[in-house]
Nanobody, 121 residues
Framework: QVQLVESGGGLVQAGGSLRLSCAAS????????MGWFRQAPGKGREFVAA????????YYADSVKGRFTISRDNAKNTVNLRMNDLRPEDTAVYYC??????????????WGQGTQVTVSS
């Protein structure tokens, strides 16, 4: 119903920046919001940021607030995550998701395959 493909991950030095992109296809607006989550080895899937397709309301985890910016381009069906001032603790696989809204992974029922972000110290 909704297919999501992440891109833009890679290896970056601490203090550097990366931009992740999520290309959405299918019934894009069958869900209210898009979110970014991340999962580091041995840890659960952690909420990062979310944005509503309509209105563009955003919400950020405290750990990334002021450093990361989520945005969307409705015409292109894409969602981006600009990550600035990256820290080693940001190292994780980052997942794009489509869902209803909120910070819980269970609120999202469509997921991309993930893109690796590695921040060296």
């Amino acid at each position: 119903q909704v297919q999501l493909v992440e891109s833009g991950g890679g290896l970056v030095q601490a203090g550097g920046s990366l931009r992740l992109s999520c290309a959405a296809s299918g019934r894009t607006f069958s869900r209210n919001a898009m979110g970014w989550f991340r999962q580091a080895p041995g840890k659960g899937r952690e909420f990062v940021a979310a944005i509503r397709w309509t209105g563009g309301n955003t919400y950020y985890a405290d750990s990334v607030k002021g450093r990361f910016t989520i945005s969307r381009d409705n015409a292109k069906n894409t969602v981006n995550l600009r990550m600035n001032d990256l820290r080693p603790e940001d190292t994780a696989v980052y997942y794009c998701a489509a869902g209803s809204w909120g910070v819980a992974a269970s609120n999202y029922d469509y997921w991309g395959q993930g893109t690796q972000v590695t921040v060296s110290s």
